[in-house]
């Protein structure tokens, strides 16, 4: 093949393919000027309800702040603690330590990069104590009130597990699917319904993607949805009417028209993702020395698709894909677990060898829906082609490597 430019992610292709559409219903908006509320947000907020099956959908100013919002509505207080995961980006433990609570980090499942329900169940066995319905954390006195699950690069947590841990010491469960809108568990249960809350995401580069930056919460209780509503905005309940503490986070109509749009064709795009999974897969998996993802609780929707390199230099490697045209990415350099103000009662850190372990070999491919088979397979020969250059492989492996 010839040389080629195979950008990390791009979204002009998109753009294109959907400019007439999209601009005409930014149009709409520009015509009738419902840029904050109205018929834009009701309807696109009408419609994800109908594309999860669930009966509400509160929307937002952003993932964070959806995050935000269903951990101060769900009752969280000051000081306690939210069992969550160290492999995540940032906003998945930053509002918990924002609304005064702890975030402690339990290790994640090696094969899917999931928080591990087997950990959970260790952790509180070894560390808490269970009477009068609460869960007590034995050296700070602590609560534990809820559990945080991040349904990472695509893939839903163990849910099972999860809410069998959760009903047994009555812990309230939030979950973030902010890179996981389209995915679907091993019943059959989309992503949205596995939580008290689910919380979303629609950055531009998310499967579902904006404008700009956008976000909302799905829950199938209407209490919580109606403290949701009131929540983005300031508190109201209605005209003038403020009962509580809220924040402003409102999704403006032409994000809410752009994402109404290409929810139409949130499907095509996951199942193309799916598509280059599989030509990865299948062109990649005789390599010795990388680990590919795994597809294991349901059906993945692929945000990322990241490799797990073994005994391999990842910066020379990301260098020398470069060099051949192949943009790639790092998620996650570092876990949240080892960045200080995320963590800050001692007596609450923990040990997470597998994420530490994975943060320093993990590597992104490029994975937006767009591709074309030709530009994957480029991918697939650049890599191979790369990691036949044994400058970037440490001693113990030069002689076994297998590409």
């Given at each position: 093949m010839n040389n080629k430019k195979i950008d990390f992610f791009n979204l002009s292709r998109q753009w294109?393919?959907?400019?007439?559409?999209?601009?005409?219903?930014?149009n709409s908006v520009l015509d009738t000027q419902a840029f904050i509320g109205g018929k834009f947000v009701e309807n696109f907020e009408t419609n994800f309800s109908k594309y999860l099956n669930v009966k509400h959908t509160i929307s937002c100013n952003s993932g964070t702040d959806a995050l935000l919002m269903a951990l101060d509505v769900i009752g969280m207080k000051k000081n306690e603690i939210v069992l969550t995961t160290p492999f995540s980006f940032i906003a998945s433990s930053s509002e918990i330590v924002a609304l005064e609570g702890h975030a402690v980090f339990i290790d994640i499942d090696s094969k899917i990069y999931n928080i591990d329900p087997k950990k959970i169940e260790s952790w509180i066995n070894s560390e808490c104590e269970f009477k009068n319905n609460n869960l007590i954390h034995k050296n700070t006195g602590y609560r534990v009130?809820?559990?945080?699950?991040?349904?990472?690069?695509?893939?839903?947590?163990?849910?099972?597990?999860?809410k069998e841990i959760a009903q047994k010491y009555n812990l309230w469960i939030i979950?973030?699917?902010?890179?996981?809108?389209?995915?679907?568990?091993v019943n059959n249960v989309m992503a949205g319904n596995h939580g008290d809350i689910t919380c979303f995401s629609f950055y531009p580069t998310k499967n579902l993607g904006a404008f700009g930056d956008g976000g909302a919460c799905a829950t199938n209780d209407p209490a919580l949805a109606e403290k949701l509503l009131r929540y983005r905005n300031h508190g109201r309940k209605s005209h003038y009417n403020y009962i509580e503490h809220g924040i402003n986070s409102r999704l403006d109509g032409i994000q809410a028209a752009v994402l109404d749009e290409k929810l139409k064709l949130i499907d095509s795009f996951?199942?193309?993702?799916?598509?280059?999974?599989?030509?990865?897969?299948?062109?990649?998996?005789?390599?010795?020395?990388?680990?590919?993802?795994?597809?294991?609780?349901?059906?993945?929707?692929?945000?990322q698709y990241c490799i797990n390199l073994i005994n391999i230099n990842r910066e020379i490697l990301m260098t020398e894909l470069s060099n051949m045209g192949v943009g790639t990415n790092i998620y996650y350099p570092k876990g949240l677990n080892q960045i200080d103000f995320l963590n800050k009662d001692s007596r609450l850190k923990t040990n997470c060898p597998i994420s530490d372990n994975l943060t320093q070999n993990i590597l992104a491919l490029p994975v937006w829906p767009e591709l074309t088979k030709e530009e994957i397979l480029y991918v697939c020969e650049k890599l191979k082609k790369a990691l036949n250059n044994k400058i970037m492989l440490k001693k113990e492996v030069i002689n076994s490597i297998n590409i």
């Open positions: 294109t393919n959907n400019k007439n559409i999209i601009s005409e219903k930014i009130a809820g559990i945080l699950p991040v349904d990472i690069f695509g893939q839903c947590a163990d849910y099972k597990k999860i979950q973030d699917s902010c890179q996981a809108i389209g995915s679907i568990d996951n199942n193309k993702r799916r598509e280059i999974a599989a030509i990865y897969n299948k062109e990649l998996a005789n390599i010795n020395i990388i680990e590919l993802p795994k597809e294991v609780n349901g059906k993945h929707v692929y945000h």
